[in-house]
């Protein structure tokens, strides 16, 4: 009576609910919720490789702040 996951209809469910088989309704439906978190986990894959990555917001920087910071390792390199 049991079909493969996919192929399983809400007329079995209903058909196995009205006949008293709570043992395998729940084993339809978790195996319905395990195949689905796979589907989804599959989809989040995939984006994830083709997502580009994160870009960096520009830093300002001021000219005084990199002739400051070069004098600075002048200076230590000559002492």
């Given amino acids: 009576m049991i079909k493969i996951p996919e192929m399983i209809s809400s007329f079995d ?3 196995l609910l009205i006949s ?3 043992i395998a309704v729940n084993k339809v439906m978790d195996e319905r ?4 978190t796979e589907t ?4 989040i894959e995939r984006k994830n490789k083709i997502q580009c990555p994160p870009t960096i917001a ?3 920087i001021s000219l005084k702040n990199v002739l400051l910071f070069t004098l600075k ?3 230590l390199t000559l002492k």
């Fill in 13 to 15: 469910i209903r058909f």
């Fill in 20 to 22: 008293g088989s709570k």
């Fill in 33 to 36: 919720h395990i195949r689905l």
């Fill in 40 to 43: 989804v986990d599959n989809l």
């Fill in 58 to 60: 520009p830093v300002k």
């Fill in 73 to 75: 390792v002048v200076l």
